[in-house]
């Protein structure tokens, strides 16, 4: 098997890896992957996912880095992370949502 490897997928892999590479970026993944009603899988609904592709993460071993990970993918930069936040703020995950507003004032960053 070839896998080509086009700008848009080095594109896409950068994005991705810088937002792992954030200490708060596996901070955030460690809570929402603790079962609550609020976890990653309302996260996922409030993403547009639908109830067989939720369904489908559940089996994954960390559903919180898949979402999360598409998420970073398909928003830019503060766009991103000011989004998420809005989001986790209306799941009520202010605990998640205080951990990047920390990370990112500290970095410069803005949550708005």
Request: net charge negative; glycine share 6%.
């Amino acid at each position: 098997i070839c896998f080509k490897i086009t700008n848009l997928d080095t594109f896409f892999y950068q994005k991705t890896v810088n937002f792992l590479a954030t200490n708060w970026g596996h901070d955030v993944i460690k809570l929402l992957n603790i079962r609550a009603d609020n976890d990653w899988n309302l996260l996922g609904q409030h993403f547009g996912y639908s109830t067989s592709e939720l369904k489908h993460l559940a089996l994954e071993v960390n559903p919180s880095m898949i979402l999360l990970n598409e998420w970073f993918m398909t928003h830019n930069g503060e766009e991103a992370i000011y989004g998420l936040a809005k989001i986790l703020d209306e799941i009520g995950r202010q605990d998640v949502t205080k951990v990047i507003r920390e990370a990112t004032s500290a970095s410069g960053e803005d949550t708005h």
